[in-house]
Nanobody, 112 residues
Framework: QVQLVESGGGLVLPGGSLRLSCAAS????????MSWYRQAPGKERELIAL???????NHADSVKGRFTISRDNAKNTVYLQMNSLQPEDTAVYYC??????WGRGTQVTVSS
């Protein structure tokens, strides 16, 4: 059974950092494209980072240079390192596998 569990969210000051984790089970993350989305209150869910099965990465312009997606095949986990966080990064962050399964999300709040 495919399962994705996000963790690592929380409350952080502007300029701070967080690392989100997406622990996968029921499949091997290295065989699929994995992505991170976020959804802020009153806004649509947006794609912010993707890592292909070949480890090619892409990041949305809004997070480029601040966020980095990566993968640990031994742990079957995908990460999102988020630096220089700003209030506009406040959202629920979701992990998704290319076959269409989503995690339940983790809340990130950036506020002083």
């Amino acid at each position: 059974q495919v399962q994705l569990v996000e963790s690592g969210g929380g409350l952080v000051l502007p300029g701070g950092s967080l690392r989100l984790s997406c622990a996968a089970s029921g499949f091997t993350v290295s065989n699929y494209a994995m992505s991170w989305y976020r959804q802020a209150p009153g806004k649509e869910r947006e794609l912010i980072a993707l890592i292909s099965s070949r480890s090619t990465t892409n990041h949305a312009d809004s997070v480029k240079g601040r966020f980095t997606i990566s993968r640990d095949n031994a742990k079957n986990t995908v990460y999102l390192q988020m630096n220089s966080l700003q209030p506009e990064d406040t959202a629920v962050y979701y992990c998704k596998v290319s076959m269409g399964y989503w995690g339940r999300g983790t809340q990130v709040t950036v506020s002083s």
